[in-house]
């Protein structure tokens, strides 16, 4: 699976043809994503810089975005600042039906995205909890899917409660079903499996593994586990006998994030593995974020899943 699932993705998102917003036009790396995105056609792109905004549109989503806002205090003056940014009339163009999806993050940082999305697109009631996820395609590696994980949250709830965490787990595990077809085979991690360890952080990712697998007993979820427990067999065969991943999961859920933002860096860096995304979950329109130190491939594996959740 790992050699085909880029261009497995391209080509797919290729036979759907969304219209996906890049609001960073400056950016170098965006440009040349935007070409790569148009040789291949993998999707319709709207470049979005300061002078490409409408000024007629910018009148309607300023009322529109004031509207969204005014229970905040904000004023009409500052939903007409905030809309001129090309990220917040990117995020109101999904809002009103012009486009499918955004990708920003090459020169955002992740809340300045995340405050975008949440604020335009609005929170999905059924999830009510946003999160991200990234796409890991480690080479030359047997664990997993044939070397591709999903790993979540890497880039927005700090420290998660275990409610939070267990809807963390299911959107992550319908997203590596829907997107990917594969049957998602979830890890809560911890530093501790089935007991070996003690201590407040294990209860709570304890909890959250109960309640994810309550909610959801149609998804494998398991945990609390060790990294290592989750993904060899034979380590799963010794810490984990009686579990029901046996050391293949290959949805991983970390603790908080810090741990998901170092995991799947380092990840990245050490095994050179592609991360795409991260993909933020629980809105009701699809967006993605890009790490500022995205790669020009990573722009353009980003804008094909964000149209193939579109």
């Known amino acids: ?3 085909d699932i880029i261009k497995d993705l391209r080509e797919r998102a290729r036979k759907r043809q969304k219209l996906i917003v890049l609001p960073e036009k400056d950016d170098a790396r965006i440009q040349e994503a935007y070409k790569i995105i148009k040789e291949e056609n993998i999707a319709r792109i709207v470049l979005l810089g300061k002078e ?14 004031f509207e969204l806002r005014k229970h905040k205090g904000i004023t009409m003056d500052e939903a007409k600042k905030t809309v001129s940014l090309p990220l ?25 995205v995340a405050r975008a999305a949440i604020y335009c697109l609005g929170v999905d009631e059924k999830i009510k909890t946003v999160s991200s996820c990234f796409v890991m395609v480690v080479p030359d590696c047997d664990f997993g899917d044939n070397g591709v994980f999903v790993f979540a949250d890497c880039g927005i709830m700090p420290e998660p409660e275990p409610e939070q965490l267990a809807q963390i787990a299911i ?19 911890s530093y501790s499996t089935k007991g070996s360890a003690k201590g407040h952080l294990v209860d709570r990712v304890k909890e959250a593994a109960r309640l994810a697998k309550e909610a959801r007993p149609d998804l494998l979820i398991d945990g609390e586990m060790q990294l290592d427990a989750a993904i060899v067999p034979e380590v799963a065969e010794i810490k984990d006998p009686h579990g029901h991943i ?27 593995a592609r991360a795409v995304g991260p993909l933020l979950q629980g809105l009701k329109h699809p967006c993605s974020d890009l790490s ?14 964000t149209a193939l959740r579109a």
């Open 246 to 272: 046996k050391g293949r999961a290959n949805v991983l859920i970390f603790p908080n994030l810090e741990a998901g933002n170092i995991g799947y860096k380092l990840v990245q860096r050490l095994a050179r």
């Open 88 to 112: 917040y009339y990117a995020a109101m163009m999904i809002r009103q039906g012009e486009a499918d999806g955004f990708v920003a993050g090459a020169a955002h940082s992740t809340p300045d």
């Open 292 to 305: 500022r130190g995205c790669l020009i491939e990573d722009i353009v594996d980003t804008v094909a899943l």
């Open 52 to 65: 490409d905004l409408d000024k007629d549109k910018i009148e309607i989503f300023s009322r529109q975005f």
């Open 1 to 3: 699976m790992k050699n």
């Open 171 to 189: 959107s992550t595990a319908e997203l590596a079903k829907s997107v990917f077809a594969i049957t998602p085979r979830v890890a809560m991690l």
